[in-house]
């Protein structure tokens, strides 16, 4: 089944090839892209201030740097680069305990209620547990004030929420995100961060130039932000059609951008779907256990990686058809 990998709209590509040549449509009097684009983007998250960097890990790593105690990580359906960030960077971290990646909100509790008071610690988590089940964040973010521990959520897959429950500075102090491929804002590179506290910025000062983006990536978020909200929408929408009908899906009333399907055999069924689904040389398949998932066997079918014309209902019937034919 051939299917394309998801690509920046036409719109942004065009803005992004006039500023490349030099033809950027902005006056002298005008904003750079670059501010417009932070400016959106504190809209778009109901924070103060926003910096676009030149990686979805630069913000990580810049976060991360506010820190000055431990570091709270969910045990699994988190990213890898947490870890090693916070290894890399010397900071102390702890495990809190999901289920399948959704925090479980008591230990967090009793972890964070342990921790020195005298340090900043942070608590860091994707919107979406493995991509595929929506964190409880509201709740999250009680725990953590209440405990006097940031929050640090990394929206890349949840940016521009309808619902306003993910990806929102109301609840969480700290929101980092990428903007590179296959993401909700699909610019190819570069991503952000943003906070109400200027000291992260302040404080950050050197990393943050090192990290610098340019205006063609700030002309491509400008652009993809207009759009992220019916992306996002149309992903879940897609995904909870498929989860509607198949078995042994991973948490199918919840909100995701893919689906996971549990499986006595992940290698086979990884490999035979991976024979079915052509995506342009990209991949659409990830194979569990892994730590960015679930630790369980299963496959994750990664419908946030296929292109918005692709979620079509016949399409996705087909889909549907092909995972079922090689659970059985």
Known sequence: MDLLFKKPHEETKRIMSRVAIGKTPL??????FTEIAQYNLEGTVNHKYAHIVSSGNGAIFTALA?????????NQGGWNG??????FLN????????????IDLENLNDILSSLDKSVKNGFVLTSFAGYTAEQNIREISKICHDNDVILIEDVSGSI???????ANGKYSDIIVGSTGSPKILNVRDGGFITSDDPSIFEDNRILLKSFKSNEITASGIVS???FAEDNLNKTIDACMYIKSNLDNVIYPDKRGINIIVKSDNPKELSWNLK????????????RCPNYNRVKEK???IEIKNLDISELEKDNLDRIIEVIKKHQN
């Open 160 to 166: 521009a929420d309808s619902k306003s429950r993910l």
């Open 224 to 226: 993809e932000l207009s």
């Open 91 to 102: 900071k102390p971290f702890e495990m809190v305990e999901t289920d399948l990646g959704l």
């Open 298 to 300: 299963a496959v994750a």
């Open 66 to 74: 506010s820190v000055t105690g431990k570091i709270i990580l969910p």
């Open 82 to 87: 947490f870890k090693q960030i916070s290894r």
């Open 27 to 32: 006056d002298e009097k005008d904003m750079s």
């Open 275 to 286: 024979k079915e689904f052509n995506l342009d040389e990209h991949g659409m398949i990830t």
